[in-house]
Nanobody, 125 residues
Framework: QVQLVESGGGLVQPEGSLKLSCAASGFTLDYYAVAWFRQAPGKEREGVSYISSTDTNTYYADSVKGRFTISRDKAKNTVDLQMNSLKPEDTAVYYC??????????????????WGRGTPVTVSS
């Protein structure tokens, strides 16, 4: 069965850290560009970070630049999102998505073939 599954979400205090993982089953994530999106209650989905299929190019939204790091673990067939210095405004459901397209720039949601169901992140004291 082809699917993406996110994990690692949870409740964390401001300035804390979480590491999200996007695991693929039924296909090899190595050949796909992968993005992380998030959607907060009452807000539109937004792109957070992106890594190209060759790992050559990455993208970060301005709101997370310098705090989040995307990386690919080929041995585990995952793409991870390390989130540091978390803020209450980072609270959202985080989704990963994989695309057979590739680009040096972040690609909008329509380009992604596979989506996970999301993992919730709550940043609160």
């Amino acid at each position: 069965q082809v699917q993406l599954v996110e994990s690692g979400g949870g409740l964390v205090q401001p300035e804390g850290s979480l590491k999200l993982s996007c695991a693929a089953s039924g296909f090899t994530l190595d050949y796909y560009a992968v993005a992380w999106f998030r959607q907060a209650p009452g807000k539109e989905r937004e792109g957070v970070s992106y890594i190209s299929s060759t790992d050559t190019n990455t993208y970060y939204a301005d709101s997370v630049k310098g705090r989040f790091t995307i990386s690919r673990d080929k041995a585990k067939n995952t793409v991870d999102l390390q989130m540091n210095s978390l803020k209450p405004e980072d609270t959202a459901v985080y989704y990963c998505a994989a695309s057979t397209w590739d680009s040096t720039h972040f690609m909008p949601p329509a380009y992604y073939k596979y989506w996970g169901r999301g993992t919730p992140v709550t940043v609160s004291s």
